[in-house]
């Protein structure tokens, strides 16, 4: 798996379509991969759903079925749409990437037609012009689109607008960057989500490409609340709300099913590369419920259904420090007065990950971090955290997910032990471990 493309509830099921390279666990030509689930964490692969449109190994070349959404008309009928890069040979420029709508078989299994829909972006724009996310607009009665791209070199948002899901014209530009994020890197807005929630719209958006020059961390996530009316978008303010302070929660994209907003990202680390032998490249989120605060920020939050693969809570040999069973993912709650606490996570082979709130930040590093890197939070009161950590990957929610960190090590595949170290221990109220079950076991 390279990257989630869209995950769509139909008749009681989860499917997931998400992009990856079958041949290989390096990049290379892209398709999409089905899979089917009744839980979100167990589930079944079924035949590959989108291939390229051109043999792109026989030419050398890389492209295929980009990033894209599920959409469900107002006729009830699914549809996607996707971003096909036609055959490339340089990774960051001079490729061309065009939009498609597929109509698939009625089991899913396959495409029934493929329409291409957009060729070229406005003026301004360039090569980067991709990943469609699609809605009906019931107060206008007409569909609409947002697209990733760059104007004039500034990461943007673009809108466009159709009558029948087919002909689609370029409404305006929906959110454009300041100049800071283009001065740094950023090279345009990958994978837009844009949804209702909770009567508020949200706009969330990657810049690929962008290092924050005050901490080094790449191509970070930020969402953005307001209203929409009369085709704008106008956010409650114009600061960026980061979502995941580890940066390794990439390319999110939500879905709405039994009443909730969910989300799934990639887990990808852009620092620190796989290393050999193993067979796949970047790995899915655990699934997160999305909401708002009373602030109207973004909160994020694992669904509770990984509840029941807990397998039991993990046994203590002090407060505060849990032995943990090797090779089961872990789940570590902590809530009362956390300023200043410490989490100690130790692995079979002497590696270690720390995560620690110093001076109003969290602070996540494993094994790889040498310190140019800071991957810290924006300042927060801590009063409730939950971790989990799974085969090198550590997910944090802080706050009831209103501050959310990712990252990913190679070096730390399994846990021996958790510490939990406090000046303040007494005023930490409740603290609770758990091992896990695998979601691939019965």
């Given at each position: 798996m390279r990257s989630l493309r869209r995950i769509e509830f139909v008749d009681g099921r989860?499917?997931?379509?998400?992009?990856?390279?079958?041949?290989?666990?390096?990049?290379?030509?892209?398709?999409?991969?089905h899979a089917?689930?009744?839980?979100?964490?167990?589930?079944?692969?079924?035949?590959?759903f989108l291939h390229p449109e051109q043999n792109l190994w026989s030419l050398g070349a890389t492209g295929g079925a980009f990033s894209g959404s599920a959409f469900v008309g107002p006729e009830g009928k699914l549809s996607f749409y996707y971003t096909e890069r036609l055959p490339a040979y340089d990774l960051f420029k001079d490729y061309k990437e065009v939009q498609k709508r597929v109509l698939p078989s009625a089991d899913l299994l396959r495409p029934d037609a493929t329409k291409l829909v957009l060729v070229n972006g406005p003026d301004g724009?360039?090569?980067?012009?991709?990943?469609p996310k699609v809605w009906y607009d019931a107060a206008c009665g007409t569909y609409r689109m947002v697209l990733g791209a760059a104007i004039d070199g500034d990461p943007a948002v673009l809108l466009y607008g159709s009558e029948d899901g087919e002909d689609w014209k370029f409404l305006s530009v929906l959110y454009r960057a300041p100049e800071h994020f283009r001065r740094h890197g950023a090279r345009c807005v990958e994978c837009p989500d844009f949804f209702e929630l909770d009567g508020h719209h949200v706009l969330v958006m990657g810049f690929v490409g962008y290092t924050e020059p005050e901490t080094g961390r790449h191509n970070l996530l930020y969402a953005q609340v307001g209203t929409f009316e009369g085709d704008r978008f106008m956010p409650a303010t114009p600061a960026l709300q980061e979502l995941d302070f580890g940066t390794d929660f990439y390319a999110m994209q939500s879905f709405l099913a039994?009443?909730?907003?969910?989300?799934?990202?990639?887990?990808?680390?852009?620092?620190?590369?796989?290393?050999?032998?193993?067979?796949?490249?970047?790995?899915?989120?655990?699934?997160?419920?999305?909401?708002?605060?009373?602030?109207?920020?973004l909160?994020?939050?694992?669904?509770?259904?990984?509840?029941?693969?807990?397998?039991?809570?993990?046994?203590?040999?002090?407060?505060?420090?849990?032995?943990?069973?090797?090779?089961?993912?872990?789940?570590l709650s902590l809530a009362g007065d956390l300023d200043g606490v410490q989490v100690i996570a130790r692995g079979s082979d002497g590696e270690s990950f720390r995560l620690a709130h110093s001076a109003r930040r969290l602070e996540l590093?494993?094994?790889?971090?040498?310190?140019?890197?800071?991957?810290?939070?924006?300042?927060?009161?801590?009063?409730?955290?939950?971790?989990?950590?799974d085969r090198g990957v550590v997910e944090v929610f802080a706050n009831g997910g209103a501050v959310c960190g990712t990252r990913r090590t190679y070096k730390i595949t399994d846990l021996t032990s958790l510490e939990v170290k406090s000046a303040y221990r007494g005023r930490i109220e409740t603290y609770e471990a758990w091992s896990y079950d695998s979601a691939w076991s019965n």
């Open positions: 989860y499917h997931l379509f998400y992009q990856f390279h079958p041949v290989e666990s390096e990049w290379g030509p892209m398709h999409w991969g089917v689930s009744d839980d979100l964490y167990r589930w079944i692969h079924l035949p590959v724009s360039a090569h980067d012009f991709r990943d039994k009443d909730r907003q969910i989300a799934f990202a990639w887990l990808f680390n852009w620092e620190f590369r796989k290393p050999g032998g193993p067979p796949y490249s970047g790995e899915l989120s655990l699934p997160r419920v999305l909401g708002l605060d009373a602030q109207r920020n909160t994020m939050m694992p669904e509770k259904g990984c509840q029941r693969l807990r397998a039991r809570t993990l046994p203590q040999t002090a407060p505060c420090q849990f032995t943990c069973e090797p090779g089961r993912p872990v789940e590093a494993v094994a790889e971090d040498n310190g140019d890197i800071k991957y810290r939070s924006a300042p927060l009161t801590l009063e409730r955290l939950t971790l989990f950590f």
